[in-house]
């Protein structure tokens, strides 16, 4: 399968007129590697301006290709930013030579902040929605949930703000699904990062 996702990031790159660097599918094989082995949560750093959200969008709609049931949460530091990944992985669906039997006919749902694919019916949440991480998420389910930059100044530079981002994230747990995967993209802001773990040193 691993082969797969290369494969279909591949294709992507040569609608685009790229090639896929190596640093390009290690991070894709970080990312399947989380999707697959329990407990499906995982944190992406890389150095700036190294594709970190791009390779995501890929991955997300690669996801959808292969099972179109799945439902994606993006959460940012603002719905704006997280509204950016929606629209990468919608562009994606729309321009990928894969992708075509996943637009749907009626795009009542096909917007920059959700949009819903092919998929089989009785499936209440989007395929993919954004939401800035203090925005409503009362309600929702999620299989696959992307925090893309939630740590920023805004959200991160006092101790205060640090701790309310923390308990926001600890109420992911009960929208994501059994089993489901939550991904984590970002660069630290501060020393008393959120990306610290209690293994870290």
Avoid at 36 to 65: C, N
Avoid at 77 to 106: D, F, Y
């Amino acid at each position: 399968m691993i082969a797969q996702l290369y494969q279909f990031a591949d294709e992507w790159n040569n609608v685009l007129g790229y090639k896929t660097p190596q640093h390009h599918k290690d991070m894709l094989r970080f990312l399947y590697d989380v999707w697959q082995t329990p407990e499906h949560k995982g944190l992406l750093m890389a150095f700036r301006h190294s594709g970190k959200s791009t390779l995501v969008g890929i991955f997300a709609a690669y996801v959808l290709f292969i099972e179109p049931k799945t439902r994606i949460l993006v959460l940012s530091a603002h719905s704006v930013l997280a509204g950016r990944m929606v629209t990468h992985i919608k562009n994606i669906i729309e321009n990928h030579p894969w992708c075509q039997n996943m637009i749907p006919k009626n795009k009542k749902e096909w917007a920059s902040d959700k949009i819903t694919i092919n998929r089989p019916v009785g499936i209440r949440e989007p395929s993919v929605v954004c939401q800035g991480i203090h925005g409503n998420i009362t309600g929702m389910r999620a299989d696959l949930i992307i925090c893309d930059d939630i740590e920023v100044p805004n959200t991160a530079n006092t101790p205060q703000k640090r701790e309310g981002l923390r308990e926001r994230l600890r109420e992911l747990d009960f929208i994501l699904s059994p089993n489901g995967t939550m991904i984590y993209i970002g660069t630290p802001h501060t020393m008393d990062t959120i990306y610290r773990t209690n293994d870290d040193d």
